[in-house]
Each structure stands twice: as C-alpha cells, then as structure tokens.
C-alpha cells in the first residue's frame, strides 16, 4: 500500500537538491566553456523509481532541476553535429529514450497524448518553461510494439518529430549483438533502419543505441555498414544502408564537448537516471562548474577546437 505522503517528501528532498544549482537573480552569467562536458542522460521505464525505471514524479523533478541549474535540451543530432546555438551561459543536455516502452509516449483511444507518459509530462513543463522544449532522442525497437501501441506507432513518431525530438534505431529486437554473427547483426540493424524510413520517409537516422551497452564484433557494423535480405517468404530482398555519427552506451559518466577534435562517436557514454546517479551528476557539476560545456551563444561547428589547448 502506497503512503500518500511519500511524494510530498520526495519533493522536498528535490527541492533540497536544487538549492546548490540556482543562480542569483542579477548575477552575470558563467563564462563560456566549449571544451566542458555534457551530460547525455538516458531513461527506459516509466511509473516507480528503480534501476531501469523513473516515477513520474521524479522525472517531473529531474526537469526542474535540469531547468534552474541552466540546462536546455539538444538532440543527439544537434549534438554530434554541433547544431546548437544555447542562449550564452547556458549548457546542452541530451535527453535520451530507449526501448520505446509504453508510458514514454501513451494515446488515448481517440489517439490523444495521455497525461500519464513520459512525454505529456515534459510538455507540460514546456508549456510554463518554453526554453526548456521537448527535443529528446527516441531510440526504438521496430520489431516490437513500439510505445506499447502498435496502431499508433507512425502517429507518434510524427509528433515527436514535429516536437523538434530524434528519433534513432536501437536495433530489430533488441538482442545482445556480441553474440550474433556478422550477417545476423546486420539484419538486426538494417531491419531496424529499414522500418523507420518506412514511417518517416525522407528522414534522416544519425543516432544509434547499443541494446545492452554492448557493442557487435566488429563494433564498425554499429556506424557503418548495408543489409540485403528478404522481409518474408516470395517478396523481393531488399537492400538498407546506415550511417551512424552517434553511437551510444547505456550508462558511465558525462560525454566530451562535441566541438574538440578527436571526438569518438562511435562509443559515446550516457548517465542512467535513477536514484542516486543522477544526484551525483547534478552534485559533480555543482561543485566543479569548470567542466562544465558553457554555451557563448553562437553556433560552432564539430571539432573545430583543436584537442590541445595551444600553449601562449
């Protein structure tokens, strides 16, 4: 049995946490840092807090925080690219989706947002903090019921596009790819690819999830590669071809700024979400705001710092 009072207290303690994060009122804005680091955070399910789940009380939260301690939401597209452009003094963030399980993105029967989802939730934290827009990264199964409502699959992932959110592949069905064969890992990604250009024709697939964190022999088929096969018996084989930028894991520590050379895509980290990890990030930023990626209001393409600070 659920106390009532429990989400009161977890407010509370939310509210606590922020505290170290706020900026005064009047005070100039921290000085650009585009060598910091950005945190590429990533959840899975939604409704109680555990390991692979967020309640919805707490995601609420995490935005919050996310949102006073100057944060602002980019795509791993916008990430990778370097297509950004955050008001000076503020710091990107990627938000990330993996599964595409049902209370990230839920309709109603008339084929309405359901307020009980990840995405009606960050929504309506926009509608009263519009610098903080819904543009996530949706990494999807194809060859499940992607959300948890197959006869709305095509209708969600137009609106998440519409929202100004990624979508990426995360493989067929989610297999652990180290222990397939070179042509089985194919298929499971070209499939995968294959069924997102049939719902979104014309889009382009720049970011790819590893199922499980853990990357195919050889890793080189995760970025880049072709799948010719057949979709069923007496239909004609079809060919997919990938390229993948943005290559994630499932969870270790903040990613490097995009925008110093020798970035490695292929193999870029993320931050799971869950209590207490996500408090020791927010924690680690607070306390060292040096490390930080700090937005000096313009666009700056990839790797157009050098690796190397050049000595005066």
Known sequence: MRVRFLPSLAVFASLALLVPFCRAQGTPPPAPNLRGQVMILVYHRFGKDARWSRAFAS???????????GFRPITLRQYITG??????GS??????????TNFQMKFTPDGQLAPDCAVAHWEAFARTHPEFPVHGTFFVNPGTDVFGQRAFIQKKLD???QLGSEIGNHTYDHPYLNKLQPAA??????????????????YTVTSFALPYGIAP????????????????PRRPPVTVNWHYPAVVLVGSGPAPSPLVAGLDGAHLPRIQVFTPEFDKWMRYFALHPRRR???DGRRHAPASLPARVPRN
Not at 83 to 88: E, I, K, N, S, W
Not at 217 to 232: I, K
């Open 59 to 69: 995601f609420d939260s995490d935005l919050a925080r996310l949102d006073a301690a």
């Open 159 to 161: 609106l998440l596009v």
């Open 293 to 295: 990626f700090v937005s």
């Open 185 to 202: 890992i194919q298929r499971e990604i070209g499939l995968g690819q294959y069924l997102i250009d049939r719902w979104l024709p014309g």
């Open 91 to 100: 710091s990107p963030v990627v938000i990330t989706f993996d599964d595409g």
């Open 83 to 88: 297509g950004f452009d955050l008001p000076a």
């Open 217 to 232: 022999r050889p890793d080189s088929l995760a970025v880049a590669a072709s799948w010719t096969g057949s979709l069923g």
